[in-house]
């Protein structure tokens, strides 16, 4: 920048003037997508991808004992959440970790209901007897 102009600098390209302002958003632009793809990259491998005998023991681990031919019933009816890396079923160890949380849940409004289910009944019984 010999011309005496501290704050362009000129392109032979046809873009005209660019300030060097310009060139800090575009360097500084173009290294934080190298970073969010270099974090994503990295949290793809550490969200922990496992395999099925790695997602068995993961869920038998939770309490939830199943068989590698229930995984892939529950896989194959998309019931269970899953994908295929080089044609072998993965899993994610958070969907499962989610998946389990769901289950969990599930059963207990099922022991709930019927919870709710038994008492009805008693209630009934009660009035039955006092008749």
């Known amino acids: 920048m010999t011309d005496g102009s501290k704050s362009c600098l000129y392109s032979n390209i046809g873009m005209g003037a660019i300030t060097k302002n310009e060139i800090r958003k575009w360097v500084f632009e173009a290294t934080e997508d190298c970073f969010k793809r270099l974090i994503a990259a990295q949290t793809y491998h550490t969200n922990e991808h496992l395999t099925k005998d790695q997602a068995l023991a993961f869920l038998d681990g939770r309490g939830y004992k199943t068989t590698i031919s229930k995984l892939y019933k529950l896989s194959a009816a998309g019931e269970i959440p899953s994908t295929k ?3 072998k079923l993965s ?23 019927g919870k709710l289910l038994a008492e009805s009944a008693m209630r009934k019984e009660n009035r039955e007897t006092n008749l």
């Open 85 to 87: 890396i080089n044609g």
């Open 91 to 113: 899993f994610l160890k958070s969907d499962l970790q989610e998946w389990v949380d769901q289950q969990i849940e599930h059963d207990v409004s099922r022991a709930n209901a």
